[in-house]
């Protein structure tokens, strides 16, 4: 059963972030793809390593510089873990609405297409 409240978006290519769970050591992977009120990130190194609860506050830092800063400060809350992936809900939307986050990432060259 679908959980999701919001339409998520591939983007292009995935961007470059460290995100820190809870006090852990920060953690390197790539945004894949973004909604409203979240991101999926996939954690390569991690594969099949992640043991991780869920709830605990996650912050986000892009180290890629070429799309802008687009995710980096955003803090939320660890909402999945799947394999070398995880899902992170955002305290507060990234735009107000599913066609203005659309219209951000396209300004920002990064967007692909909605996935489900």
């Known amino acids: 059963m679908e959980r999701r409240l919001h339409i998520r978006?591939?983007?292009?290519?995935p961007i470059a972030c460290t995100c820190r769970i809870g006090d852990d050591k920060?953690?390197?992977?790539?945004?894949?793809?973004?909604?409203?009120?979240?991101?999926?990130?996939e954690l390569p190194d991690l594969t099949g390593k992640?043991?991780?609860?869920?709830?605990?506050?996650?912050?986000?830092?892009?180290?890629?510089?070429e799309n802008g800063n687009l995710f980096s400060g955003m803090v939320g809350t660890l909402n999945?873990?799947?394999?070398d992936c995880i899902g992170v809900g955002f305290d507060?939307?990234?735009?107000?609405?599913h066609g203005e986050l659309?219209?951000?990432?396209e300004e920002q060259a990064v967007l692909c297409e909605e996935t489900t």
């Open 9 to 13: 978006m591939d983007l292009r290519e």
């Open 26 to 41: 920060p953690l390197h992977g790539f945004i894949k793809n973004v909604g409203v009120m979240g991101v999926l990130i």
């Open 50 to 65: 992640l043991t991780m609860e869920c709830c605990q506050r996650v912050s986000l830092e892009q180290n890629s510089k």
């Open 80 to 83: 999945w873990v799947y394999k």
């Open 92 to 97: 507060s939307p990234i735009r107000a609405t």
């Open 102 to 105: 659309m219209e951000w990432l």
